[in-house]
């Protein structure tokens, strides 16, 4: 079966010094297998909320969240942790490196806590290394590798155990122009090579160019979805 996922009338708010935050309303939204999904809007729209929430970083106050088959919402805390750590790759903006690793270390890292013995992690992480362009980098440490680089390792971090949910929060903003192309080329590359699920909170214009699906958030609703960016479609369920 494909991987699937989907979220239903997902609310979340947030107390902050006795103030009450909504930062999503009534959300309910499905994304496709094997395309690179784009959640776009400003800063503070709850796109990244949305993302916490459709992996299982977070519970909603209400809704439901379905991922592969099962009710996020129905597993308890180890419950979930497991989920993510079988099922889910992650891709942040500050790339997240252990400064004492190299990169293959950094990548056989994630392959260690699942208990792949030794022999099979370092081989899978060394062609994981490969498949984003650091195979004859692998030796380095974080701090004799680029910007681009770090973020890049990163990504082969998220791939090596060949999840079916990969999930990116802003993964360019740090970046240059040619390596937030770059980037943003294997995300997408990806999720047409694996079949995988991929979603993707950006407001990069990079980004948005190059995913297959745009999906806009204004003030924690959905505000506009398209697969082709130069027709959008109006969601009415989003009102």
């Known amino acids: 079966m494909p991987p699937s996922l989907s979220v239903s009338a997902l609310s979340k708010s947030y107390v902050v010094q006795g103030i009450r935050t909504q930062a999503l309303s009534d959300v309910s939204l499905s994304v496709d297998p094997g395309a690179l999904s784009l959640i776009s809007g400003p800063s503070g729209c709850g796109k990244s909320t949305l993302l916490s929430l459709m992996s299982g970083l977070s519970r909603p106050d209400r809704g439901a969240v379905h991922a592969l088959g099962i009710g996020l919402g129905t597993l308890d805390d180890a419950a979930r942790?497991?989920?993510?750590?079988?099922?889910?790759?992650?891709?942040?903006?500050g790339f997240n490196l252990f400064p004492a690793l190299d990169a293959c270390e950094q990548v056989q890292l994630v392959l260690d806590y699942q208990g792949?013995?030794?022999?099979?992690?370092?081989?899978?992480?060394?062609?994981?290394?490969?498949?984003?362009?650091?195979?004859?980098?692998?030796?380095?440490r974080p701090a004799e590798l680029s910007g681009g680089e770090k973020?890049?390792?990163?990504?082969?971090?998220?791939?090596?155990?060949?999840p079916r949910l990969l999930f990116a929060d802003e993964p360019t903003s740090a970046l240059d122009s040619v390596n937030g192309a770059v980037v943003t080329t294997l995300l997408r590359d990806i999720a047409h090579r694996s079949g995988a699920i991929v979603v993707c909170v950006s407001h990069d214009p990079r980004l948005i160019a190059r995913a297959d699906r745009v999906i806009e958030m204004e003030d924690g609703r959905l505000l506009r979805d398209s697969r082709d960016p130069c027709s959008p479609r109006r969601l009415e369920t989003s009102r």
Request: glycine share 8%; with cysteine.
């Open 116 to 140: 792949v013995p030794d022999g099979e992690a370092r081989r899978r992480a060394r062609e994981a290394l490969e498949l984003v362009g650091l195979g004859r980098r692998s030796h380095l």
């Open 151 to 162: 973020q890049r390792v990163a990504i082969a971090r998220a791939i090596v155990k060949q």
């Open 81 to 93: 942790d497991a989920f993510r750590l079988a099922h889910c790759g992650f891709v942040f903006q």
